[in-house]
């Protein structure tokens, strides 16, 4: 087994039982509300999250699938791939009340090795993506220490890779759960708005050269991320 694939058991296996742990667990959390901060939920028994609860810096980890589309140079449809991606992410969120909030934040993402599925047109090794994003939340909702919602929004930055490289932007959909106030866990995919350039003319063939096939012209690339994620609010 690669070590990214390694690494991404793990992230999902923290972040799965990450889930199972907190919404079955009645532990000891710090509460500020209405001017009262207490120590545990049982002595304000029908407090509610508030916005407050939901504001501060956080940080996180994700992984998932790397799924992108190849084009010609005369922007025809000639092939997909499928890879795996690892990351992380830091930020701020900012709510305006306990259901409507902002986040901005920085992404990082890795993707080690992304092959051509079909035709096997050539191996793009380690694809980097960094990105300055700006989400609108919605929490459809959100009571006690348990919330769940929505999320859109936009980012800007850079891909980078031996096949492909440029400015790119992106666009981000999820839902999320916030568990015991602090524990965000997400569904989201990451869809570029724009197409980036790719190389290929000097590609490596794929490790089955029966479906081999001579690389074709260059052309343009866009790569999906669809994964999992979870962040922990300060």
Do not use: W
Request: aromatic content about 14%; overall charge neutral; proline content about 3%.
């Amino acid at each position: 087994m690669s070590n990214i694939k390694k690494v991404q058991l793990a992230l999902i296996a923290f972040i799965a039982l990450g889930t199972t742990f907190m919404s079955a667990n009645e532990r000891t959390i710090r509460r500020c509300s209405d001017g009262i901060c207490t120590n545990s939920r049982a002595d304000y028994a029908h407090d509610i999250v508030t916005a407050t609860d939901k504001t501060g810096v956080f940080v996180g980890v994700e992984t998932g699938f790397s799924i992108g589309r190849y084009y010609n140079n005369g922007g025809n449809y000639l092939d997909d791939s499928l890879g795996e991606f690892v990351g992380a992410k830091a930020g701020y969120n900012f709510f305006f009340n306990r259901y409507i909030g902002l986040r901005a934040y920085g992404s990082y993402n890795y993707s080690p090795v992304i092959i051509m599925k079909d035709s096997r047109y050539f191996v793009m090794p380690s694809v980097h993506e960094m990105y300055f994003n700006i989400d609108a939340m919605l929490d459809i909702y959100s009571a006690n220490d348990l919330s769940f919602g929505a999320f859109a929004g936009l980012g800007a930055g850079y891909i980078s890779g031996q096949r492909v490289s440029g400015f790119n932007a992106v666009a981000n959909v999820g839902i999320s759960a916030l568990i015991n106030i602090s524990n965000k866990f997400e569904i989201f995919a990451r869809i570029p708005i724009l197409r980036n350039d790719l190389y290929v003319s000097d590609a490596t063939p794929a490790t089955d050269p029966n479906n081999f096939i001579a690389p074709p012209a260059n052309g343009s690339y866009r790569l999906v991320n669809i994964g999992v994620s979870y962040s922990y609010v300060f």
